[in-house]
């Protein structure tokens, strides 16, 4: 394609538009010239390719006419990846594929995603390559989605192969998702990562390994957020169990930032071809909460291209403030997840955002359950999870080795938990009290709209019971930290474990119990 036409097209659609190309047909009487790679001389193989200049739209179609009786249908691409200067983007190219129902967004068409993991996939009634659904491949306009994620100041020219094979359609096994209930321990508090991948994304792990690995870090739950893709939802058979609950969910990677949909509905795909200019505040959002999920930001102050998340917080249920190991990234997120604190108990924002920590482990060396989300539920069940994370009731460690306890008290027996809110009359005392395990040589403290105003080492031996006093004049919410001692000295040190905030707030004359207390 002339680049003068591409860019005329962006300009008329936005680079977020989309782009067809013409259609790759085939002879449905004989299969094309030469062997096919498998050696099955039925097989009809055709090679197109193209060029895609800077400016290209977001995401380029490319129709393939499939004939009646084939049996399976598969890909292969290639682009080149020509040397650019330093401080330049070279070419990035995801694909992808939607089935003769067509293309439209989050409609029934969508059958996979493999970003940028794969150069090859296939896709037939009883199997398909992980990032992509088992179906069959019916006859019409199928459509090859290239998606240029970069592209370098020449260009990208790019060659793409297409086999059909003819036969019988098979059989597509109906999916087995994981139960939303495993047997948990009643109310209790529950670890869990919430956002992670396997080889049905980028990831180099089975949903097996996983599995393993999770009950290792001694887990109660996690979710699986594939990037743009649902196809691990049935992946999990046989490897859940009264010890491991495994939510459904998606991580939808935009041009503009990422978002985790933790425990949403099995097999309901959450589409991600819009930009922050191209849709309104909060429309992922109320997507994954038709879906049944919770809409959480994935970190959202990350520097790789397209990993900052430029939507907003409408409908957000929470915010990762740490992903992975904890770095000045994670810092970055967690003070300005602090300012919307204030924000909120300024009156500013009606809601304020819990903060939730995952892993986003991909491969051996990434740590499952570094960091981990531990929510205070009623029960190990998807809604009870979801309940207790949009309720604040969470904490956050980098391990299962380490333990805690925090909350405030006032004088009359007044008691606020994690995610709770404390009624205190007038500038009555509130004595906050964390008690910690599992932390040796680190330091608790205890931040406030006022920022850090109480610290305490821990002592080798790692358990340390830290109290304050202080008061809602003082004080409109308490939370704490558990940090390891800085690195570089004049730097905040590495994150161990952090909660929820406990809020503060003054009772009008007349108010009701003294004891009550309300969840934020």
């Given at each position: 394609m002339e680049r003068r036409e591409v860019l005329k097209l962006s300009a008329a659609t936005g680079t977020a538009g989309a782009l067809a190309l013409g259609p790759v047909r085939f002879a449905a009487a004989a299969p094309a010239s030469g062997d096919d790679s498998d050696g099955d001389s039925a097989a009809l193989t055709r090679t197109v390719g193209g060029h895609l200049p800077p400016g290209t739209p977001d995401h380029v179609y490319v129709p393939v006419e499939v004939?009646?009786?084939?049996?399976?249908?598969?890909?292969?691409y290639r682009y080149d990846r020509?040397?650019?200067?330093?401080?330049?983007?070279?070419?990035?190219?995801?694909?992808?594929?939607?089935?003769?129902?067509?293309?439209?967004?989050?409609g029934p068409g969508f059958r996979g995603w493999s970003g940028g993991a794969r150069s090859t996939f296939f896709l037939r009634a009883d199997d398909a390559t992980p990032g992509y659904l088992p179906g069959?491949?019916?006859?019409?306009?199928w459509h090859i989605a290239l998606a240029p994620y970069t592209l370098a100041p020449?260009?990208?020219?790019?060659?793409?192969t297409v086999t059909l094979r003819p036969g019988a359609p098979g059989r597509t096994p109906p999916p087995v998702y994981p139960p939303e209930r495993a047997r948990g321990r009643g109310r209790a508090w529950y670890r869990g990562d919430g956002h992670l991948h396997s080889v049905h994304s980028d990831g180099r792990r089975t949903p097996a390994e996983i599995a393993a690995l999770a009950r290792a870090a001694r887990l109660d739950f996690l979710n699986t957020s594939e990037h743009n893709t649902t196809s691990s939802h049935r992946a999990w058979d046989g490897l859940w169990g009264d010890d491991l609950l495994i939510l459904t969910g998606e991580e939808i990677t935009t041009r503009n930032g990422h978002l985790v949909a933790l425990g949403t509905d099995p097999g309901t795909f959450l589409d991600w071809r819009r930009r922050a200019r191209d849709t309104s505040p909060g429309a992922y959002a109320r997507a994954v909460h038709r879906a049944g999920g919770l809409a959480i930001p994935a970190h959202p102050y990350a520097s790789c291209i397209g990993c900052s998340w430029r939507f907003g917080l409408d409908g957000a249920d929470a915010v990762e403030v740490w992903n992975g190991p904890y770095t000045a990234e994670d810092e970055t997120a967690l003070a300005a997840w602090d300012?919307?604190?204030?924000?909120?108990?300024?009156?500013?924002?009606p809601r304020w955002l819990p903060a939730v920590g995952h892993s986003d482990a991909h491969r051996d060396p990434d740590v499952i359950g570094l960091p981990q989300t531990v929510v205070l539920a009623d029960d190990l069940s998807r809604h009870a999870l979801q309940d207790g994370i949009r309720a604040g009731r969470v904490w956050i460690a980098e391990s299962a080795g380490i333990d805690l306890s925090f909350d405030v008290s006032g004088?009359?027996?007044?008691?606020?938990?994690?995610?709770?809110?404390?009624?205190?009359?007038?500038?009555?005392?509130?004595?906050?009290?964390?008690?910690?395990?599992?932390a040796p040589g680190?330091?608790?403290?205890?931040?406030?709209?006022?920022?850090?105003?109480?610290?305490?080492?821990?002592?080798?031996?790692?358990?340390?019971?830290?109290?304050?006093?202080?008061?809602?004049?003082?004080?409109?919410?308490?939370?704490?930290?558990?940090r390891y001692p800085p690195e570089t000295p004049g730097t905040p040190g590495r994150m161990a474990a952090l909660t929820n905030p406990v809020f503060l707030e003054v009772r009008a004359a007349g108010g009701g119990d003294a004891g009550q207390r309300r969840e934020g």
């Amino acid at each position: 394609m002339e680049r003068r036409e591409v860019l005329k097209l962006s300009a008329a659609t936005g680079t977020a538009g989309a782009l067809a190309l013409g259609p790759v047909r085939f002879a449905a009487a004989a299969p094309a010239s030469g062997d096919d790679s498998d050696g099955d001389s039925a097989a009809l193989t055709r090679t197109v390719g193209g060029h895609l200049p800077p400016g290209t739209p977001d995401h380029v179609y490319v129709p393939v006419e499939v004939p009646p009786g084939v049996r399976e249908i598969s890909v292969a691409y290639r682009y080149d990846r020509p040397d650019v200067p330093d401080g330049t983007t070279g070419n990035a190219c995801d694909i992808g594929i939607f089935d003769e129902r067509g293309t439209a967004p989050g409609g029934p068409g969508f059958r996979g995603w493999s970003g940028g993991a794969r150069s090859t996939f296939f896709l037939r009634a009883d199997d398909a390559t992980p990032g992509y659904l088992p179906g069959p491949v019916h006859p019409g306009t199928w459509h090859i989605a290239l998606a240029p994620y970069t592209l370098a100041p020449q260009g990208l020219t790019y060659e793409i192969t297409v086999t059909l094979r003819p036969g019988a359609p098979g059989r597509t096994p109906p999916p087995v998702y994981p139960p939303e209930r495993a047997r948990g321990r009643g109310r209790a508090w529950y670890r869990g990562d919430g956002h992670l991948h396997s080889v049905h994304s980028d990831g180099r792990r089975t949903p097996a390994e996983i599995a393993a690995l999770a009950r290792a870090a001694r887990l109660d739950f996690l979710n699986t957020s594939e990037h743009n893709t649902t196809s691990s939802h049935r992946a999990w058979d046989g490897l859940w169990g009264d010890d491991l609950l495994i939510l459904t969910g998606e991580e939808i990677t935009t041009r503009n930032g990422h978002l985790v949909a933790l425990g949403t509905d099995p097999g309901t795909f959450l589409d991600w071809r819009r930009r922050a200019r191209d849709t309104s505040p909060g429309a992922y959002a109320r997507a994954v909460h038709r879906a049944g999920g919770l809409a959480i930001p994935a970190h959202p102050y990350a520097s790789c291209i397209g990993c900052s998340w430029r939507f907003g917080l409408d409908g957000a249920d929470a915010v990762e403030v740490w992903n992975g190991p904890y770095t000045a990234e994670d810092e970055t997120a967690l003070a300005a997840w602090d300012t919307a604190l204030v924000a909120h108990a300024r009156g500013d924002r009606p809601r304020w955002l819990p903060a939730v920590g995952h892993s986003d482990a991909h491969r051996d060396p990434d740590v499952i359950g570094l960091p981990q989300t531990v929510v205070l539920a009623d029960d190990l069940s998807r809604h009870a999870l979801q309940d207790g994370i949009r309720a604040g009731r969470v904490w956050i460690a980098e391990s299962a080795g380490i333990d805690l306890s925090f909350d405030v008290s006032g004088p009359h027996g007044e008691h606020a938990g994690i995610g709770e809110r404390l009624l205190l009359h007038g500038g009555a005392a509130a004595t906050v009290r964390l008690t910690v395990s599992g932390a040796p040589g680190c330091t608790a403290s205890f931040h406030t709209d006022q920022g850090k105003l109480h610290s305490a080492p821990i002592p080798p031996g790692g358990r340390a019971t830290v109290t304050w006093v202080t008061s809602s004049a003082r004080a409109a919410y308490v939370r704490a930290e558990v940090r390891y001692p800085p690195e570089t000295p004049g730097t905040p040190g590495r994150m161990a474990a952090l909660t929820n905030p406990v809020f503060l707030e003054v009772r009008a004359a007349g108010g009701g119990d003294a004891g009550q207390r309300r969840e934020g």
